[in-house]
């Protein structure tokens, strides 16, 4: 008697198909002046309220660990792309702000990055099935209770 599909088979499908997506995006990813992980950043950053968080809060939005993390801000804070700063009314933690350099050019590469996405994903799944992936996939990403 079949017990129903196999979270395992399923786990192993998702993942194949994310590694191989990213292999494409990768390969057409404009790598002139930021790297895709440095983009990452750029991207968590321009999607929160004032274009900043606290380091600790963004790390939990990368797929890099926290030492990772903060030698990337770092990086980024030296090419003027983010800056950090110590909150006047809490001196325990960073908080990393997008600059307008970084900014503009998270938005120039954002769009090549879109344009690459698009072509990846042309032809494969109808509107439906993309909005059927995304809630899919926020679910998974929420976590059982969630």
Same mark, same amino acid.
């Given at each position: =008697? ?6 395992? /088979? ?10 191989? /997506? =990213? ?11 930021? $790297? ?8 968590? @950053? $321009? ?12 790390? !939990? ?19 003027? @792309? /983010? ?14 702000? @997008? ?10 590469? !954002? ?13 494969? %799944?109808?509107?439906?099935? %993309? ?11 929420? !976590?059982? !209770?969630?």
């Amino acid at each position: =008697m079949s017990r129903g599909p196999d979270p395992i /088979v399923a786990w192993e499908a998702l993942f194949r198909a994310q590694v191989s /997506v =990213m292999r494409d995006l990768s390969a057409d990813f404009p790598q002139d002046s930021i $790297s895709m992980t440095e983009y990452d950043v750029l991207f968590n @950053l $321009s999607r929160l309220p004032d274009r900043q968080a606290r380091l600790k809060d963004l790390g !939990g939005q990368l797929l890099i660990t926290q030492p990772s993390v903060s030698r990337l801000v770092e990086r980024l804070a030296a090419d003027g @792309l /983010v800056e950090k700063f110590t909150p006047p009314d809490d001196g325990r933690g960073t908080v990393v702000r @997008l600059t307008e350099a970084g900014a503009a050019i998270y938005r120039r590469i !954002g769009i090549e990055h879109a344009r690459a996405i698009r072509r990846r994903f042309e032809g494969i %799944l109808d509107d439906d099935e %993309l909005r059927t992936l995304t809630e899919l996939c926020d679910r998974i990403r929420r !976590g059982p !209770g969630a």
